[in-house]
């Protein structure tokens, strides 16, 4: 509606994730003239600030990232004046009703939609709901919550924290962010299986033999270990943005793209998944190390970190999905910080040929014969099939090869930052890219039984070099599963 104005809340506008992703995020859909004709952004923290110091902080990240075209400038200093302050503390009604007299100064009485961000640690987020709710929501249009993990550390506080958020909001309020989803290779995968003729008939256990889902930083938590050390790489990467791959990679054809369709698909794959055990993991934690003159600090080195903290700061995993597509199909998980790479991917490692008439070309490893499909998330996005090839030449030699999709060579234009997709999304309405809160509960039943032994039983670590490839540890719960990691071999 033309006439409709509306008003996003960055709700913990001071912090990293707001001036690193969110604003960016909100300018870019601006740029792209993506957001509606009329609409206010706010920012909200506890830091006393005003609109004009808002304003620098945020124009300090905002980029012109987009074709790099000339009006960006102007377009930055249009978005700025849009954009709004209101500091106040986030359980207070009082200065949510503030707030709101803000809101509607600016809508100028049109028909509003309110969207808020919570960009706050979770220990808030029933505070603020309860408040923007209350006091804050829209009087004649809609009001929408988007919130960050964690949600919850295990099955428990988890439940608690949708009962709380479900006594202010209901389920269609609420958008329950996962950053990964709105990452376009993850958002491609569904194109690719479904709409492709050659991959769907191979998609089950018939010709895949394993699947591998890969995450690793090559930095630590530096600066966040605070935070981290409350939850470690299980919950912070596996439970959610590895396991959602994990979801969407195996679930079965939806009835159609509708986002309660694709969902029910999603939680059936869950909930037809065994919870770990303690010997389908192994974890690792990174100690210091120095190289070429550099030293690296270890993990208990960080100041918020306990010295004597076994928090993982590495975790490989072997899940499997009782179904019939699936049975007996390992998905491997590995996630990492410290490691000697960023990148993120998905390997998926097919069956040998049968009776393979080349097979005395492959020497005695078969192994390294076998197609292997690749999904490289980041960086440099790409989707890569290894096949066999004849060497050209007189002789029959043959040669492991790559028919290779690299998106900056086709698609040359940048790829949008997760957090635009998403928040566009939100904006619009569209769930498909949100955790419904079945979903939620089930991807924590899988993981809350292991979190709770391996803190119970204090299961040491290993540890691992900053900056190498992680425990010996996670080559032997591949190899007791048949499976080599592909991105070492
Ligand atoms: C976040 C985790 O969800 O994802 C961080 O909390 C991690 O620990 C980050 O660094 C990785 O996101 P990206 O988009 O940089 O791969």
Redesign the pocket.
């Given at each position: 509606n033309s006439e409709s104005t509306l008003s996003i809340t960055v709700v913990g506008a001071s912090g990293d994730l707001a001036k690193k992703k969110i604003f960016p995020a909100l300018f870019a859909l601006y740029y792209e003239d993506c957001l509606p004709k009329n609409f206010v952004v706010f920012g909200y923290a506890r830091t006393k600030m005003t609109d004009e110091e808002l304003r620098n902080m945020i124009s300090r990240t905002l980029t012109c990232r987009i074709d790099k075209r000339e009006n960006c400038e102007d377009k930055m200093d249009q978005f700025l004046k849009r954009c709004f302050y209101h500091s106040g503390q986030y359980n207070s009604e009082e200065h949510f009703v503030e707030l709101n007299k803000k809101m509607k100064e600016k809508e100028a009485g049109n028909l509003s939609n309110r969207l808020f961000y919570l960009s706050v640690p979770p220990n808030i987020f029933v505070d603020v709901v309860r408040c923007a709710s209350l006091r804050a929501s829209s009087e004649n249009g809609w009001t929408r919550v988007i919130v960050e993990?964690p949600f919850g550390r295990d099955s428990e506080s988890s439940g608690e924290l949708t009962r709380c958020l479900k006594q202010y909001l209901t389920e269609d309020q609420i958008f329950r962010i996962?950053?990964?989803l709105g990452?376009e290779l993850v958002e491609n995968l569904s194109v690719l299986r479904f709409s492709n003729l050659v991959f769907e008939p191979l998609w089950s256990r018939n010709y895949i033999r394993n699947v591998q889902l890969i995450?690793s930083?090559d930095f630590g938590?530096e600066g966040?270990g605070g935070?981290?050390d409350n939850y470690g790489i299980i919950r912070?990467?596996m439970q959610?943005?590895l396991l959602q791959i994990l979801a969407l990679f195996a679930m079965e054809t939806p009835v159609s793209l509708d986002a309660e369709d694709i969902r029910n698909e999603k939680v059936k794959v869950l909930r037809s998944m065994r919870p770990l055990q303690l010997e389908d993991v192994v974890v690792g934690q990174y100690k210091g190390h120095s190289k070429g003159g550099k030293s690296y600090p270890a993990y208990t080195d960080d100041p918020t970190v306990p010295k004597d903290s076994l928090t993982a700061t590495f975790a490989a995993a072997a899940l499997f999905i009782n179904n019939a597509r699936w049975d007996g199909v390992p998905f491997l998980m590995k996630a990492g910080?410290a490691l000697h790479t960023?990148r993120?991917e998905i390997r998926v490692q097919f069956r040998h040929v049968p009776g393979n008439l080349y097979r005395r070309n492959f020497g005695t490893d078969l192994d390294k014969a076998t197609n292997e499909l690749v999904l490289r998330v980041?960086p440099d996005e790409a989707i890569y099939l290894k096949i066999n090839n004849k060497v050209p030449g007189l002789g029959m030699r043959l040669d492991r090869s790559d028919l290779n999709l690299l998106y900056r060579a086709r698609y040359p234009r940048e790829i949008p930052d997760?957090y635009e997709r998403l928040l566009l999304d939100a904006i619009e309405g569209e769930r498909r890219l949100f955790i419904r809160s079945d979903e939620l509960d089930a991807a924590w039943q899988l993981f809350t039984p292991l979190l709770n032994e391996l803190e119970e039983k204090k299961i040491v670590p290993e540890l691992y070099p900053y900056g190498s490839r992680g425990p010996v540890g996670a080559h032997y719960l591949a190899a007791n599963h048949n499976v080599r990691w592909g991105d070492l071999s």
């Open positions: 993990k996962d950053h990964y990452k995450f930083e938590t966040r935070y981290f912070d990467i959610n943005h910080k960023k993120a980041q997760a």
